[in-house]
């Protein structure tokens, strides 16, 4: 079964990819299951489409897939974000296949079943390869191991301290993983840390 993730701010392509999903893996007798809206990021998602507002941004979630991620991305933005020039444009962006709204339902089909193929070789191009080798950018927002058992361990209500105990560190060496993921992350406070903790509860837990 495959467990298939959409992450999209606009409603009314969301369901529409939704549908066409749906439709097109019960026609191909291929069993599977959609996460909910507010469960975004599983790790064990097989399928992942992602709403990006621009080239520059589209992989900036990366990190918090975690390193054991081996499903697909379909980074899913406007024609026009591609041809944007900035400074931090990502050089793995083609090593995923893009999701344009105004692609037609059947080159969607067409990516999406040009896709479910890798999921079967053992020699696929997973996300961790693509931004620890090929992508300096998104390494730059790739979150360490520590920096995850950091935010793991906030998640269970540990305070900075206990934490320093718990992994042996300095609190000080803490409060400085806590900050450079929060950094990475583009949370600039702790409410919002914490709001983005309790969402991402279960992503946490396999990061």
Not at 9 to 22: A, D, G, H, P, T
Not at 55 to 66: K, N, R, V, W
Not at 141 to 146: F, I, V
Not at 148 to 169: D, P
Request: glycine fraction near 2%; include cysteine; hydrophobic fraction near 40%.
């Amino acid at each position: 079964m495959l467990t298939i993730s959409i992450i999209d701010s606009n409603v009314f392509y969301r369901e529409s990819l939704y549908l066409l999903l749906k439709e097109y893996f019960s026609i191909n007798k291929i069993k599977v299951k959609f996460t909910e809206s507010d469960n975004a990021f599983l790790p064990n998602s097989d399928l992942v489409f992602v709403e990006v507002d621009c080239i520059t941004q589209c992989l900036h979630t990366l990190p918090i897939f975690g390193y054991g991620f081996m499903g697909r991305i379909f980074p899913v933005l406007e024609y026009g974000a591609i041809h944007k020039k900035a400074d931090n444009t990502h050089p793995c962006i083609n090593k995923f296949p893009i999701i344009y709204r105004e692609d037609t339902l059947s080159t969607i089909i067409g990516k999406v079943t040009a896709n479910l193929l890798f999921l079967n070789e053992k020699n696929m191009l997973s996300c961790n390869r693509v931004i620890s080798k090929d992508c300096h950018v998104c390494s730059q927002h790739r979150l360490t191991q520590r920096e995850t058992e950091v935010l793991r361990l906030m998640a269970k209500e540990y305070c900075v301290t206990a934490i320093s105990n718990i992994l042996r560190k300095s609190i000080k060496t803490v409060s400085s993983q806590k900050k450079s993921a929060m950094n990475k992350l583009r949370i600039s406070n702790n409410r919002d840390l914490y709001a983005f903790l309790r969402k991402n509860s279960e992503l946490l837990r396999y990061g």
